[in-house]
T-cell receptor, first 113, second 113 residues
Framework: NAGVTQTPKFQVLKTGQSMTLQCAQDMNHEYMSWYRQDPGMGLRLIHYSVGAGITDQGEVPNGYNVSRSTTEDFPLRLLSAAPSQTSVYFC????????????FGPGTRLTVL | KNQVEQSPQSLIILEGKNCTLQCNYTVSPFSNLRWYKQDTGRGPVSLTIMTFSENTKSNGRYTATLDADTKQSSLHITASQLSDSASYICVVSDQNSGYALNFGKGTSLLVTP
């Protein structure tokens, strides 16, 4: 199993550009989520999905969109990038409720100029 | 509001020494607590999980303790190695939230030769 994979590993955008961060998992997990990690802030939940076709907002959803058309994939879209979105983004998946172990991807380091 | 506080924020120790990291939480009703290790440039990886009835859980040189009465957990690292240099994140889930997790901001540990 590849686990949770993310692409790209690094990305530089200009303010106003849009892009999609890809996330895929091969463990047939129902629950997938996106976090951003900033220095001194810890991991903050952006959006999550409890299954194909179902998504919901987390703590910091503004400026981001998600969709879940398949169990495996959970892309994160930046509609119009802003310097405040410079961060490291982690995708995670787990099988079920909060008690289950969460598997994180390797992260995408995004810089918005 | 559910909160998870970790201390110290950062720690430097000599190789071979022991250390203890602390996690205090206000999450209620408590479901479980996990410690994650995050190496630089990588996603977090689960070290231990503890439920309400467990006081101690070990994973090699890592030993986690839980005092559900005082809502405190500690992660003890024995005979530290250079590879222990990482950020250690405490994550607590509650019985009512279903999918939500409460993250601490992490303790950054540096083990020096």
């Amino acid at each position: 199993n590849a686990g949770v994979t993310q692409t790209p590993k690094f990305q530089v955008l200009k303010t106003g550009q849009s892009m999609t961060l890809q996330c895929a998992q091969d463990m047939n997990h129902e629950y997938m989520s996106w976090y951003r990690q900033d220095p001194g802030m810890g991991l903050r939940l952006i959006h999550y999905s409890v299954g194909a076709g179902i998504t919901d907002q987390g703590e910091v959803p503004n400026g981001y969109n998600v969709s879940r058309s398949t169990t495996e994939d959970f892309p994160l879209r930046l509609l119009s990038a802003a310097p405040s979105q410079t961060s490291v983004y982690f995708c995670a998946s787990r099988n079920g409720l909060a008690g289950a172990g969460q598997f994180f991807g390797p992260g995408t380091r995004l810089t918005v100029l | 509001k559910n909160q998870v506080e970790q201390s110290p924020q950062s720690l430097i120790i000599l190789e071979g020494k022991n250390c203890t990291l602390q996690c205090n939480y206000t999450v209620s009703p408590f479901s479980n607590l996990r410690w994650y290790k995050q190496d630089t440039g990588r996603g977090p990886v689960s070290l231990t999980i503890m439920t309400f009835s467990e006081n101690t859980k070990s994973n090699g040189r890592y030993t986690a303790t839980l005092d559900a009465d005082t809502k405190q957990s500690s992660l003890h690292i024995t005979a530290s190695q250079l590879s222990d240099s990482a950020s250690y994140i405490c994550v607590v889930s509650d019985q009512n939230s279903g999918y939500a997790l409460n993250f601490g901001k992490g303790t950054s540990l540096l083990v020096t030769p």
